[in-house]
């Protein structure tokens, strides 16, 4: 981490603005506060207010928390992320990279992966994205050696990055805009007492619209992630000048496309994303479509969407469960039931792009 002491250079809060009071209110409180206060905010405010919280706050993954993720069904899946990025590294010509990954979770796809870079010879130097400072401890238990970051900013600009996002973006905040019988409008949040509820504000112009959508019936919605396209172009400036790729894996569609994909899961069960902030998983389905064309208009290669199934078929999950099933032949069904889960019930909702620089080759899984 590079940034600046946050501390320096501030003058100290008056006692009288009861500071730490404020930042002890419950969030759902001080949403409604800012609200009743300042007007209806962007469901783009909402979302990364609750998601900050959220993640701040607690370890969401696995069966005792909200949601599970592929890397935490089984090892095949960070282990063939690590093969796809040994692969790629070793047909560019075995340079000096970083290995970076955004959204790290539990740390556990970077350990299956680095395990299997080892073994094809690559151990690059661990460059961790990471906003939650719960999570940052528990990638450091997994991982001991890394280097972690607030936004990718401050990753290594001397040389080729290799970059994962395993359900990453689906966690930064979208836009919506509403279609109503007079034009489109933003979507905001407003507030009656403590409960939240979605509304249309401001009426924006057409041109702000992708042009086949201009005439969708009212009711419609259409999802923008600025936060996400920002973060596509830094990390494709960053690979284009210093070569490297970027594979991100998510559930999500080819936009642009008219749809509410706004949800919030707890334990495991869909919620209401209005009801309590910051208590529940808010994600959005990711549009490859756009995040590929942000990256090929700065000047590198796109590949894919192509499905999560497929992408790990074609990396060779069939083998890898069967050399695992018959080394442990007791976990042979489980190994199993993991791969279909992988394969077939994530296997199509979820689907992975890539980047590459120019000049490197193309990558392994998108045929
Ligand atoms: N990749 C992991 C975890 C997915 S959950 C897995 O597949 O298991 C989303 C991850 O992104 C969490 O680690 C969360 O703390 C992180 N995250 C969410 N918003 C972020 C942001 N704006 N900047 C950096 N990390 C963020």
């Not at 900050?52 to 370890?59: F, I, Q, V």
């Not at 395990?115 to 994205?129: D, E």
């Not at 509304?199 to 019936?217: C, S, T, W």
Request: glycine share 10%; net charge negative.
């Amino acid at each position: 981490m590079t940034d600046p002491d946050p501390s320096a250079n501030r003058p100290s809060p008056s006692p009288s603005r009861k500071r730490e009071g404020d930042l002890e209110t419950p969030l759902p409180d001080r949403l409604a506060r800012a609200i009743t206060l300042a007007g209806p905010i962007s469901i783009a405010q909402y979302m990364a207010a609750a998601n900050a919280h959220y993640y701040a706050t607690r370890d969401p993954l696995g069966t005792g928390g909200d949601f599970t993720t592929s890397p935490e069904i089984s090892q095949m899946f960070g282990e063939l992320i690590g093969l796809w990025c040994a692969d790629l590294w070793d047909r560019a010509g075995r340079p000096d990279i970083a290995w970076v990954e955004l959204g790290p979770g539990r740390g556990t796809l970077a350990a299956d992966a680095l395990r299997a870079m080892g073994k094809a010879g690559l151990a690059p130097p661990v460059h961790f994205v990471e906003t939650s400072p719960t999570l940052r401890k528990a990638q450091a238990e997994r991982m001991g050696e890394a280097s972690w970051h607030d936004s990718v900013a401050t990753l290594p600009g001397d040389r080729p990055l290799i970059v994962i996002a395993n359900e990453f973006f689906d966690a930064l905040p979208i836009r919506q805009l509403v279609r109503t019988i007079g034009g489109w409008h933003e979507r905001l949040v407003a507030c009656q007492d403590i409960l939240f509820l979605p509304i249309a504000g401001k009426q924006v112009p057409d041109a702000v619209l992708p042009e086949p959508l201009r005439d969708a019936p009212p009711g419609s919605i259409v999802e923008t992630s600025p936060a996400s396209v920002g973060i596509m172009r830094d990390l494709a400036t960053r690979i284009v000048a210093q070569g490297g790729a970027l594979l991100a894996i998510d559930y999500g569609y080819e936009g642009p496309a008219v749809g509410d994909t706004l949800q919030a899961m707890r334990a495991h069960k869909f919620a209401n994303p209005f009801e309590a902030p910051g208590e529940h998983d808010l994600t959005a389905h990711v549009d490859f479509a756009t995040l590929l064309a942000a990256a090929i208009t700065l000047g590198a290669n796109g590949h894919g969407p192509t499905d999560q199934g497929m992408f790990l078929t074609r990396l060779g999950i069939a083998p890898r469960a069967a050399a695992l099933a018959q080394a442990a032949p007791d976990r042979a069904a489980g190994v199993a039931a993991d791969r279909d889960r992988l394969v077939e019930t994530m296997g199509t909702l979820f689907k992975a792009i890539a980047i590459t620089a120019p000049g490197w080759p193309a990558p392994e899984g998108f045929a």
